[in-house]
Nanobody, 124 residues
Framework: QVQLVESGGGLVQAGGSLRLSCAAS????????MGWFRQAPGKEREFVAA????????YYMDSVKGRFTISRDNAKNTVYLQMNSLKPEDTAVYYC?????????????????WGQGTQVTVSS
């Protein structure tokens, strides 16, 4: 089992930055691909970014490319999402996800483990 705990969410003005963290326990994180999803009120959960266990492949949804950066520190069992130039449409609950192995997927069902989520609110 993998337990994931997100932190770093909050309220920020448009154009600002936040860094989300996801701390994992229960298993060695280096054996897992990691991802971030988000869910806005009334909308489905959507893929934001993912990184393979080796860190050599990274994927982003189109609307965050150039603004968000996913990274991981396997020694600390932690994955990060640096979010810059935030927009009101980035407002959502952000979820960390883990998947055993070195493949990633953009569907919710591709991921086996989830955190509880952290709220990000961007004001205009």
């Amino acid at each position: 089992q993998v337990q994931l705990v997100e932190s770093g969410g909050g309220l920020v003005q448009a154009g600002g930055s936040l860094r989300l963290s996801c701390a994992a326990s229960g298993r060695i994180l280096s054996n897992y691909a990691m991802g971030w999803f988000r869910q806005a009120p009334g909308k489905e959960r959507e893929f934001v970014a993912a990184i393979t266990w080796s860190g050599n492949r990274i994927y982003y949804m189109d609307s965050v490319k150039g603004r968000f950066t996913i990274s991981r520190d396997n020694a600390k069992n932690t994955v990060y999402l640096q979010m810059n130039s935030l927009k009101p449409e980035d407002t959502a609950v952000y979820y960390c996800a883990a998947r055993a192995g070195d493949k990633v997927g953009a569907r919710v069902l591709d991921w086996g483990y989830w955190g509880q989520g952290t709220q990000v609110t961007v004001s205009s």
